[in-house]
């Protein structure tokens, strides 16, 4: 089962899609009726987006990669570990990646558990989590870094 989420989460590069309320992203402040999903501009911040979340930055790309399978498909394990690695990424925002760790873990599993770096997993991982991603970060899918 350890394998099955570490492989799994070694994809990176969506949110999630489908027929889910919004997640939330992680959130320092504890007011859990806080969702990370905040009209078009999502919760990341304009120094996030242009110090961390553009297309070309393959250390975040790795690092979310990493992350995703440290955790074991724990969602804000995953944004701890991203926020320890990029300190100055607000934690709404590592939310954001944390939420995609949940969202591909709960959609695509089967596909992913043997071999996490198949295009059919990382596929499944856009397919069903990019837009979330995508509108939580208010970044477009195509500017997120993906491995």
Known sequence: MKIAFTLLLLLVGAGCGGHHEPHRAFHTDGNAETYALKGQTGVCTAL???????????AFALTWASCGKDSWGNGHKAAQCILKAFPGLTAECAGCFGDFVDCSK??????????PDSQS???????????????????PGHSIPTT
């Open 106 to 115: 709960s959609n695509c599993m089967f596909k992913c558990m043997f071999d």
């Open 121 to 139: 997993c990382k596929d499944c991982s856009l397919e069903h989590c990019m837009g979330d991603l995508s509108r939580c970060t208010g970044v």
């Open 48 to 58: 996030d987006k242009s110090t961390y979340l553009y297309r070309e930055n393959k």
